[in-house]
Structure formats: structure tokens, C-alpha cells
Nanobody
């Protein structure tokens, strides 16, 4: 299984970015895809997850109304649309996969390499 996260960058507060998670080596449509982030000096935390059936789990309330997760099974790709970005969203963002349903961070067993998102004030 390979997951490739991309789309990070430097953006001003209030701006937007769309992250992509391209998967290979799995039947993508059978897997839940989660987005996680890790800020410097902090533990990795969950952001959003989309299950095999399209159900969405929000791990952190701070992204509600600002971040959206989606998937395109034909392209083997999941997306994280991030709007109204804040400096506190600065982190390395990772995507991960697990069979079928969303769950806690420790239950995801395939991880991408991460993409840096930096939000300037």
C-alpha cells in the first residue's frame, strides 16, 4: 500500500488549500481514508475521515465548518479542502487508510509521508 499526500504549502490566514491523498496497492473504494496532522511539539491528531460508504467522522471540532473531506474512487484519491485557514492549522498533514470504517488514529495502519501546511498571520 502506498499513500501519497500532496498539496501543502504556505498560505495566509483566511486562505484555502486542497490536499490530495493518492493511493495505490489497494482497492481504494473498500478503505476508509483519514486525514491527520502534527504540529511542532504536539502529538498527531485526527482531522477528518471518510469511510468506505462515504460516512464522515470529524475528529477535531476546530475544523468544523472550515474543512471538508471527499473521495473520488475512480481516481483512487481522497481530498481535504481547507478553507478559512488559521495559523493554528499549521502542521504536517498525513493521510492514512484502514479497511471500511473510520476509527481512532492507532487503528490506521497505512500512512502517507505527510505534506507541510503553513499558515501565516
Amino acid at each position: 500500500v502506498q499513500l501519497q499526500a500532496s498539496g501543502g504549502g504556505l498560505v495566509q490566514a483566511g486562505g484555502s488549500l486542497r490536499l490530495s491523498c493518492a493511493a495505490s496497492g489497494i482497492t481504494f473504494g473498500n478503505y476508509a481514508i483519514g486525514w491527520f496532522r502534527q504540529a511542532p511539539g504536539k502529538q498527531r491528531e485526527g482531522v477528518l475521515c471518510i469511510s468506505r460508504s462515504g460516512g464522515i467522522t470529524t475528529y477535531t471540532d476546530s475544523v468544523k465548518g472550515r474543512f471538508t473531506i471527499s473521495r473520488d474512487n475512480a481516481k483512487n484519491t481522497a481530498y481535504l479542502q481547507m478553507d478559512s485557514l488559521k495559523p493554528e492549522d499549521t502542521a504536517v498533514y498525513y493521510c492514512a487508510s484502514r479497511w471500511n470504517l473510520c476509527s481512532g488514529l492507532s487503528d490506521f495502519y497505512s500512512w502517507g509521508q505527510g505534506t507541510q501546511v503553513t499558515v501565516s498571520s
